[in-house]
């Protein structure tokens, strides 16, 4: 069955840095897309980051261009999003997530239990 297991999350303070990792199973990776989203406390999801099956597509939510970076190794079956200048509004519990097809968007059909990232001084 599809598994996702998000590492790599923690505290960091105000314009620090976060690596997250996802490592997949399960299905073949290199097919689909995967994205990243993100819970805050009393709010809905957010769909932060998207990256087409092969690598060569992105996309990112207005809200961290320019700051987040998100990757893929498909030997590794790993996806991964670089957080730079991370700010407390980014404070959430971040998911990996599956895509349905080899292109991002904002639905999901699988995902895993998520990592916290809580950005504080």
């Known amino acids: 069955q599809v598994q996702l297991v998000e590492s790599g999350g923690g505290l ?13 199973s399960g299905f073949t990776f290199s097919n689909y897309a995967m994205s990243w989203a993100r819970q ?14 092969d690598g060569s597509d992105t996309y990112y939510d207005d809200s961290v261009k320019g700051r987040f970076t998100i990757s893929r190794d498909n030997a590794k079956n790993t996806v991964y999003l670089q957080m730079n200048s991370l700010k407390p509004e980014d404070t959430a519990r971040y998911y990996c997530a599956r895509n349905p097809g080899s292109d991002y968007t904002n639905f999901f059909t699988s995902w895993g239990q998520g990592t916290q990232v809580t950005v504080s001084s």
């Open 12 to 24: 960091v303070q105000p314009g620090g840095s976060l690596r997250l990792s996802c490592a997949a």
């Open 40 to 53: 805050a406390p009393g709010k809905g999801l957010e769909w932060v980051s998207g990256i087409y099956r």
